[in-house]
């Protein structure tokens, strides 16, 4: 099949990659000029493990194409996927100006020839429920007439960052939103080779695909800050949460997935579709009550570290100048150098606006971690460094928070940790992950506080015992 893919973000560029892997003719477009040329270089715009292999791919054997030309892209295709941003706007509403933008120029360009045939356009981005009815009104405008010339179908994904291709390519199911019989058949023929394993194409109307979108990432984030509550309860009445998480994820009406305990949720889309999907609500004139606690649990939960290291730490007017603090870990996940919205981000503004000096590693996001202070700069007197490895970052700290569980932080070398953090007594292991076993840790002669999990007395260690 030809397909178009407008936008070369994130869903765009590993939607246009995995279709193009499947043997399609894939021409991404974009208007950044600068990152067409660096893909057309052959040159990845962003990080996702796998992506690489199919991208190098698809460019040799010229399946996989990239121009900032819409005409180009759209004249072939039979299949246009819209994979545009969906920022939230001042209210929390999702912005569908690019979406609704690129919809006109399209409508404007099949006007303008006839002779391009009947086109599927699909809704990638995640938009609120009726953009579907949107986007048809916006290139029905030109006097193109929906199921004729072209129809539009909602088609959410379901991708995590880190294991996108994976999901791309074995996803557990498809959702295909539209009326019109034949997109759905097009659409149907286009995921099959995606589907052998089985899992479901599941045709729906368009706004029930919008909305399953929405649900599913709020039910997602919903049962995260469930867990975290009750990781907060554990705290107080001394039970390990990690044992109840065991204890319930074995009832398969609950499963064992998405019970972690932490320092909160982050990334692109849970606070961003959880906030839409509560503005939404409003807007109908419902009160979705439950996404309300979500969304208050989970901001006081990437914060939830700080008093217990100003208690640890601070002076008398709970201050932390002259104090360092590592940070291990920036991502708002492992094995992605995507920052937004990371409990990391939230933590170092925390300690740097109380006058703490960060130190803060990661082994793939600090570039993105440095552009994105540059743009909304940290206020506060402390400061923040990066260091080039895990050790570096711990050496002379004061206290050391695990803010991303990185697999490379789960077995470090962590006598050498102890005996290169500051002072002389156990050295403060914050760890907002979960990471390390709180018994082992105390024996190591760490002072050690996770979430939700109890803690231990720090043994005394000498060096040598420690090492053997
Ligand atoms: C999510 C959805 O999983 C995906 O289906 C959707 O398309 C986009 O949003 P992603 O944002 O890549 O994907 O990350 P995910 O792996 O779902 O994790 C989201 C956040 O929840 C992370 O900050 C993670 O650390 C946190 N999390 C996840 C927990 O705190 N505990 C858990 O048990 C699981």
């Given at each position: 099949m030809n397909i178009a893919v407008v936008g070369t973000g994130y869903v765009g560029l590993v939607s246009g990659v995995c279709f193009a892997e499947m043997g399609n003719e894939v021409t991404c477009v974009d208007i950044d000029a600068r990152k067409v040329e660096s893909l057309r270089d052959g040159r990845l715009t962003i990080y996702e493990p796998g992506l690489e292999v199919y991208f190098d791919r698809g460019r040799r054997e010229n399946r996989l194409r990239f121009t900032t030309d819409l005409a180009e892209a759209l004249a072939p295709a039979d299949v246009v996927f819209l994979a545009l941003p969906t920022p939230p706007a001042e209210d929390g509403s999702a912005d569908l100006q690019y979406v609704l933008g690129v919809a006109d120029d399209i409508g404007e360009l099949l006007a303008a020839h006839p002779d391009w045939g009947y086109k599927v356009l699909v809704?990638?981005?995640?938009?609120?429920?009726g953009t579907a009815r949107r986007v048809t009104a916006a290139v029905g405008a030109y006097g193109l007439e929906a199921g004729k010339h072209f129809d539009v179908v909602s088609n959410p994904e379901f991708l995590r960052e880190g294991v996108a291709v994976d999901d791309f390519m074995k996803p557990e199911r498809v959702v295909v939103g539209t009326d019109s019989e034949r997109a759905a058949e097009l659409m149907t023929r286009l995921y099959e080779p995606f589907v052998r394993s089985g899992n479901p194409i599941l045709v729906m109307d368009e706004a029930s695909a919008e909305m399953t979108k929405y649900a599913a990432n709020a039910m997602l984030a919903t049962k995260i800050t469930f867990m975290n509550e009750v990781a907060n309860l554990c705290d107080r009445v001394g039970a390990d949460v990690d044992k109840v998480r065991r204890g319930i994820g074995t009832d398969s009406r609950i499963?064992?997935?998405?019970l972690y305990a932490g320092i909160g949720f982050g990334g692109s889309c849970f606070p961003k579709d959880v906030q839409a999907l509560h503005r939404t609500a409003r807007e109908e004139g419902y009160s979705f009550e439950i996404l309300d606690a979500v969304l208050r649990v989970n901001d006081e939960q990437r914060k939830s570290m700080v008093p217990h290291i100003v208690d640890a730490l601070g002076d008398n007017d709970g201050r932390l100048d002259g104090k360092t603090i590592a940070v291990w870990?920036?991502?708002?996940?492992?094995?992605?150098?995507d920052v937004r919205e990371a409990p990391a981000h939230v933590l170092i503004r925390e300690f740097v606006g109380l006058g703490a000096d960060v130190v803060a590693f990661d082994p793939e996001a600090v570039e993105t971690t440095r552009a994105a202070f540059e743009r909304e700069p940290l206020g506060g007197t402390g400061s923040l460094s990066y260091a080039e490895t895990a050790y570096d970052a711990a050496a002379g700290a004061d206290a050391l928070v695990v803010a991303t569980e990185w697999?490379?932080?789960?077995?470090?070398?962590l006598a050498r940790v102890r005996q290169s953090?500051?002072?002389?007594g156990a050295p403060l292991v914050f760890d907002g992950r979960n990471v390390f076993d709180p018994k082992h840790m105390a024996g190591l002669g760490f002072t050690y506080r996770s979430v939700g999990r109890p803690s231990f007395p720090a043994q005394e260690v000498s060096d040598r015992e420690t090492a053997a």
């Open positions: 809704d990638k981005s995640t938009v609120p429920v499963g064992p997935k998405f870990g920036l991502a708002f996940k492992p094995h992605t150098d697999p490379e932080f789960r077995r470090p070398d953090m500051a002072g002389d």
